[in-house]
């Protein structure tokens, strides 16, 4: 399929935009934010973004981005976030993993995320191999910044990027999958195959993917299935559908109903569809986040203490360059029949 070019789909902002929010740090570029309250603290694994003086292109090799850096916030600190003064409130706890640690990953560390489970904090990240293609690694601590040590190999049956981990009670679940660089085209049925590309204009869109982790949280429990979203008439988008699925994967439950958010990729909106099973289907449901400056838009929502926050990212703090984004948050709210209520990440 022949799709827009990502600086075809570039986003620009009015001369007097003004954020609704501030970097949570400014020392380093970091993006892809996957935020979760761990010992009374909000814990943010972000990817972390370095100029590594790749040429632009669609596939997404300008993002270079090869350790992670772990960030935490108190609940103080979110009543900051629209204040030059949050930087000072957000602890910078070093860095968490490095490819050079990986043995099976060679390039490319994008958006990870972590998760909890009997005193252990596992840290998932996608890398791409030695083959140059993309699976998803996890790496261990006993603390939720780190450091973490990865295992020796990648989640058995894992493919594409974007690992968001969800807990329901007892059970932990992975959504993932994200187009074009991120090779969730060339997948059907969780088999490779480089004959296969994303889905002609007209065509059914292709949906992440979710799989249920096993007890020792290193490993799949089952064969990951896709997970189904319909538009309000209960039929799949198709693949040129602004509101279909494209990477960024997230996963919150709400008053009992399971939210599932993810990036429309090139139409630049962050999206949710709503479910009564983490497996779903899920019905399309609205828009959470209108798009930001630069290219890319990815995010996580967290909750503390009975307020919900959005964590996403833009490239303000370097004037545009779609590879060297910087983290922020914002309060989200629900309206009374549970709709997630759009936010405009500028004042214009």
Known sequence: MSHSTEQECWQVLPENADPISQPLVKHQYSADPSAHVFEGRVYIYPSHDIDAGIPFNDNGD??????????SMDEAALNKLSSTDVQSAV????????????????????????AHKNGTYYFYFPARNYEGKFQIGVATAKTPHGPFTAEPLPIENSYSIDPAVFQDDDDYYMYFGGLWGGQLQEYRNNSFDEK?????AGETALNPIVAKLADDMKSFAEEPKELVILDNNGE???ADDERRFFEAAWMH?????????YSTGNHHTICYATSNSPYGPFTYGGCILEPVLGWTTHHSICEMNGKSFLFYHDSTLSEGVTHLRSIKATPISYDENGKIITI????V
């Open 253 to 261: 439950k709400h008053n009992g109903i399971y939210y599932f958010s």
């Open 91 to 114: 602890i910078d706890h070093g860095m968490a993993l490095h490819v050079d640690d990986v043995p099976w990953a060679e390039r490319q560390m994008w958006a990870p995320d972590a």
């Open 344 to 347: 405009k990440p500028y004042n």
């Open 196 to 200: 296969h590309c994303e889905p002609a």
């Open 236 to 238: 799949p988008f198709k």
């Open 62 to 71: 300008h993002f270079a981005m090869c350790d992670y850096h772990v960030f």
